[in-house]
């Protein structure tokens, strides 16, 4: 039976793990906001940095309310591909902390199902095709994050509503869509092409509470989906790219070398720090016009949501 109890939220959104954004700070703000807040284990650097960075985040959220004003679960995010040479002491620490959710990455969810089931947490694997949604159902998952079009970062490639149906047709856990939605309208169509959840990145990558360099939150402010470009050449995988980060490195963003050796997820030890120096977004950005606080952000999305559920309410006649 795949456990699906998660509690109210205020919004059905995750605020997606990024990489080398997503932190303590970020991840409780979107709690508190009342949402799902996300990092990637590989954000800290050492498994000493990984327990002190779970702590806070545990310590933060028992203190910030119960009943009605507690804060939404947390979620930590892992890389379970085989690149990932600490998974071991990562899952070590999930085990402890037990966050609500796991979300697995770039990988076969099994390495973490054992310990996440154990403690009764819920297993989210990210999927960008049908051949790994499927793989992702038969390891028992509770939940698929469909990473589509319009992602930033690794990206999929179908249409998030085509992506939907097709998992819908064989998987009854949770169904958790993303790719290029940052505002309230896009969740309202995300939920009624029959979403439980939204994945949303990008639209908190400028955040004030996010990690990001102050220069990347500027360049997602200014730019917008035609400033993207989808390449393999920096990591092995398709991620979507922002091109002036890619110019800043002295590269043409239409003429990219090919990648050098083997996949690489990290931020890598060429002269160009994968993530680090080359900057990763969605196709969201176009709405993102300054750089807010995650409540001023969840609020507005609040409203925007509500607006759009009016909308469809005043549009559709139900028969009689």
């Not at 995300?190 to 102050?214: C, H, K, N």
Request: with cysteine; aromatic share 6%; glycine share 10%.
């Amino acid at each position: 039976m795949k456990n699906t109890s998660l509690p109210a939220l205020r919004l059905p959104i995750i605020a997606a793990p990024m990489f080398l954004v997503s932190g303590p700070d970020l991840v409780v703000a979107a709690c508190r906001a009342g949402i799902i807040g996300s990092f990637p284990t590989q954000n800290c650097r050492t498994a000493e940095d990984l327990d002190s960075w779970m702590g806070s985040i545990t310590d933060q959220l028992d203190s910030a309310g119960t009943g009605s004003n507690a804060p939404a679960p947390w979620a930590a995010n892992l890389v379970t591909h085989s690149t990932n040479a600490r998974l071991t002491d990562d899952l070590r620490l999930i085990a402890e902390y037990q966050p609500p959710v796991v979300i697995t990455a770039l990988g076969s969810p099994r390495p973490v199902m054992d310990v996440v089931k154990g403690y009764g947490g819920i297993v989210i694997a990210d999927v960008v095709n049908m051949t790994l949604a499927r793989k992702a159902a038969d390891a028992g998952v509770d939940g698929m994050a469909c990473v589509s079009a319009g992602a930033g970062g690794h990206t999929g490639h179908l249409s998030p509503f085509a992506f939907t149906s097709a998992v819908r047709e064989f998987f009854d856990g949770l169904v958790i869509i993303g790719g290029g939605i940052s505002d309230g309208f896009g969740v309202a169509g995300a939920i009624a092409a029959g979403a439980d959840l939204v994945y949303m990145g990008t639209r908190f990558l400028a955040a004030q509470e996010s990690m990001a360099d102050p220069a990347y939150k500027q360049m997602i402010v200014d730019n917008g989906p035609d400033d993207l470009i989808v390449s393999a050449a920096i990591t092995g995988t398709p991620a979507s790219w922002l091109k002036p980060s890619i110019r800043a490195q002295g590269l043409d963003p239409d003429n990219l070398p090919p990648l050098t050796g083997t996949k690489n997820y990290t931020s890598g030890t060429s002269s160009i720090k994968r993530w680090k120096d080359v900057w990763a977004a969605g196709q969201g950005l176009q709405t993102i016009r300054a750089i807010e606080s995650v409540p001023t952000i969840v609020d507005r999305i609040d409203k925007e949501y509500s607006t759009a559920l009016q909308r469809v309410s005043q549009l559709f006649v139900p028969a009689r």
